[in-house]
């Protein structure tokens, strides 16, 4: 199993950026994805999250409303759309396969993880 996140880089805050996880190794659609982040001397913290099949997504209450996840089984990749970025937005961005479940937030319930791309907003 092989996870792959894409898209970050460096922006002015009120920018965007669109992160990509391409899952390889595994069905799809049988797994939930959730992006988290970390910054510097701080804990991992879920972002968001996508159901099995996409029936179902949720956000953390700091990204609701700027964030926006989304998936194409036909490629088997999913994408976080991050806009009105803000300097506090600045981590390394992950993305986690699991079997889904109701505290996506935590990263004990997901079984792969990609190595991560470093996503830094500017004031």
């Known amino acids: 199993v092989q996870l792959v996140e894409s898209g970050g880089g460096l922006v002015q805050a009120g920018g965007s950026l669109r992160l990509a996880c391409a899952a390889s190794g595994l069905s799809f659609d049988d797994y939930a994805i959730g992006w988290f982040r970390q910054a510097p001397g701080k804990e991992r913290e879920g972002v968001s999250y996508?159901?099995?099949?996409?029936?179902?997504?949720d956000y953390a209450y700091a990204v609701k409303g700027r964030f926006t996840i989304s998936s194409d089984s036909a490629t088997s990749t999913v994408y976080l759309q991050m806009d009105s970025l803000k300097p506090e937005d600045t981590a390394v961005y992950y993305c986690?396969?699991?079997?889904?479940?109701?505290?996506?937030?935590?990263?004990?319930?997901?079984?792969?993880w990609g190595q991560g791309t470093q996503v830094t907003v500017s004031s």
């Open positions: 986690a396969a699991g079997g889904g479940s109701y505290s996506w937030w935590m990263p004990y319930e997901y079984d792969y």
């Open positions: 996508i159901s099995r099949r996409g029936g179902y997504t």
